[in-house]
């Protein structure tokens, strides 16, 4: 059974740093797209940065300059580096799988084609 677990949210002004963390369990990640999602209160879940299958990463354009995907193989653990966090990066912020292959790494980043969720870690930035 595939498990993702999230952690490192928390509160910070704006301008300040964050980093995500999102423990595998149950499945080796560097086969399998994985994938950094967010949901701020009212909105729809969407997309933040990703790796696909073969290993190639892809950061949304309104975070890029921001925002890095990272994994480490041997530890099966996904990160996500957040710099100069603004008050709408306000959210939960989810790490997401699938389980089947996904050929390009921006399927990834759809909220359709994953079928494994963690339970979300919240982050909030204040002005």
């Known amino acids: 059974q595939v498990q993702l677990v999230e952690c490192g949210g928390g509160s910070v002004q704006a301008g300040g740093s964050l980093t995500l963390s999102c423990v595998v369990a149950?499945?080796?990640?560097?086969?399998?797209?994985m994938a950094w999602f967010r949901q701020i209160a009212g909105e729809e879940r969407e997309g933040v940065a990703a790796?696909?299958?073969?290993?190639?990463?892809s950061v949304v354009d309104s975070v890029k300059d921001r925002f890095t995907i990272s994994k480490d193989d041997e530890k099966n653990i996904l990160y996500l580096q957040m710099n100069s966090l603004k008050p709408e990066d306000t959210a939960m912020y989810y790490c997401?799988?699938?389980?089947?292959?996904?050929?390009?790494?921006?399927?990834?980043?759809?909220?359709?084609?994953?079928?494994?969720w963690g339970q979300g870690t919240l982050v909030t930035v204040s002005s």
């Open positions: 149950g499945y080796t990640a560097n086969r399998h797209c």
């Open positions: 790796f696909g299958s073969d290993g190639r990463s």
């Open positions: 997401a799988t699938r389980r089947a292959p996904l050929y390009y790494v921006s399927d990834c980043l759809q909220t359709l084609y994953m079928d494994v």
